[in-house]
Every structure is written in structure tokens, then in C-alpha cells.
């Protein structure tokens, strides 16, 4: 049972463009989170999902950040216009249930130039 | 609004002493808490899992205990290895606000040969 995958690893954009992050759940997983790591901070929450549907988002910035998990296919966090400011390590968790053990994938690093 | 605290925030320990780590937390309505460990530029490794209904949980020379009354969960090591270094993080699952995970800073631990 392979863990958590997300890609890519590491990406790097320019001011102004689009950045599509991709997690693969562990399987048989139907909870997906977000979170953000900046460099020498915490973990913060940005958004919770479920099958099809977005139970909080109330980590994630209002403009340009969207998230989705289809029914079929990866949970894709997408930013558009990208600023210097999102450069930060994105990590996706997924869970069997609400109240079970997250896992984690090994995160995507995004570089805004 | 759940806060999660650990201390000390650096710990720099010589290898084979046992160890404690610590992580507080304001709000005791919380489904469990979960301990990770994240290696420089990885993601983030499950380590143990508690249930709010349960005292403590064991993996090899991990011990971790919770006291959800007063909020508090420790992470005891015993006879720490070099390859124990890394940064610990304690994440609680909350009650209020569709069960997301809140995580402290992190304790960042060096076990030196």
C-alpha cells in the first residue's frame, strides 16, 4: 500500500503564473488535507476535503487558492497568479476516517522567481 | 481557537539518555493527538496515534501520554540514537471545526554521538 504521493516534489514558477499541486491518497483514504509549511514555521491548516466535496477551507486565502477532490483522480490544490509570498513547502495528509491516523505525503516545494 | 504549544523548542542531548518531550494544548475537546517526526526538507512521519480515551500508547522506545483534562501529552524516548534527530511535532484533532488537525511548532531534537 503505497503512502501518500504528491508531485511534483519541487516546482518553480515565475510571478504571475499557475501552480497545480497534485495528492494522490493513501488507498482506500477519503479525507484529504492541505497545509502550508514556511521556512523555520509551523504546519498551518488550509483546507479539509472529502469525496467531491470541501468541508472547511477555513485555512486558505480567499483569492487565487482553490482546492477540489474529484471523484475519480488526485485532490489538486491549485494557485493561480503566483507571488513570492506562497514559496512554501505544501504538504497533503489523508485519512481512512475523521478520527484516524493522518499520513502524510513528502510534500511539494514551491519556488516563486 | 485550539493552540497547540511545545516545549522547549530546541533540545540538543548527548546519545543512550532517555528524553521527554512536551506539548500542551488550550482545548481538551479534541478526538486524539498524534506525534510526528519530520527530517530537514521531508515530510511529515506518523509515530504514535492516542485516542482521547486513552492514557498513552507505545511503539519500541516511544511512549507517548495524554491528559486531556489538563491538556498536556508527553513524548518520552528512551535511550535516544543519533538517528533520533529530527523535529517532533504533536498535532491535536479538534472537535470544533470539522476535525482538522492543529499542530504545535515543533521540538527540534539533536541526540549527538
Known amino acids: 500500500n503505497a503512502g501518500v504521493m504528491q508531485n511534483p516534489r519541487h516546482l518553480v514558477r515565475r510571478r504571475g503564473q499557475e501552480a497545480r499541486l497534485r495528492c494522490s491518497p493513501m488507498k482506500g483514504h477519503s479525507h484529504v488535507y492541505w497545509y502550508r509549511q514556511l521556512p523555520e514555521e509551523g504546519l498551518k491548516f488550509m483546507v479539509y476535503?472529502?469525496?467531491?466535496?470541501?468541508?472547511?477551507e477555513s485555512g486558505m486565502p480567499k483569492e487565487r487558492f482553490s482546492a477540489e477532490f474529484p471523484k475519480e483522480g488526485p485532490s489538486i490544490l491549485r494557485i493561480q497568479q503566483v507571488v513570492r509570498g506562497d514559496s512554501a513547502a505544501y504538504f497533503c495528509?489523508?485519512?481512512?476516517?475523521?478520527?484516524?491516523?493522518?499520513?502524510f505525503g513528502q510534500g511539494t516545494r514551491l519556488t516563486v522567481v | 481557537k485550539q493552540e497547540v504549544t511545545q516545549i522547549p523548542a530546541a533540545l540538543s542531548v548527548p546519545e543512550g539518555e532517555n528524553l521527554v518531550l512536551n506539548c500542551s494544548f488550550t482545548d481538551s475537546a479534541i478526538y486524539n493527538l498524534q506525534w510526528f517526526r519530520q527530517d530537514p526538507g521531508k515530510g511529515l512521519t506518523s509515530l504514535l496515534l492516542?485516542?482521547?480515551?486513552?492514557r498513552e500508547q507505545t511503539s519500541g522506545r516511544l511512549n507517548a501520554s495524554l491528559d486531556k483534562s489538563s491538556g498536556r501529552s508527553t513524548l518520552y524516548i528512551a535511550a535516544s540514537q543519533p538517528g533520533d534527530s529530527a523535529t517532533y511535532l504533536c498535532?491535536?484533532?479538534?472537535?470544533?471545526?470539522?476535525?482538522?488537525?492543529?499542530f504545535g511548532q515543533g521540538t527540534r531534537l539533536t541526540i549527538n554521538p
Open positions: 498535532a491535536v484533532r479538534v472537535i470544533q471545526g470539522a476535525q482538522k488537525l492543529v
Open positions: 476535503l472529502q469525496k467531491e466535496n470541501i468541508i472547511d
Open positions: 492516542i485516542q482521547s480515551s486513552q
Open positions: 495528509a489523508s485519512s481512512l476516517d475523521w478520527n484516524t491516523e493522518a499520513f
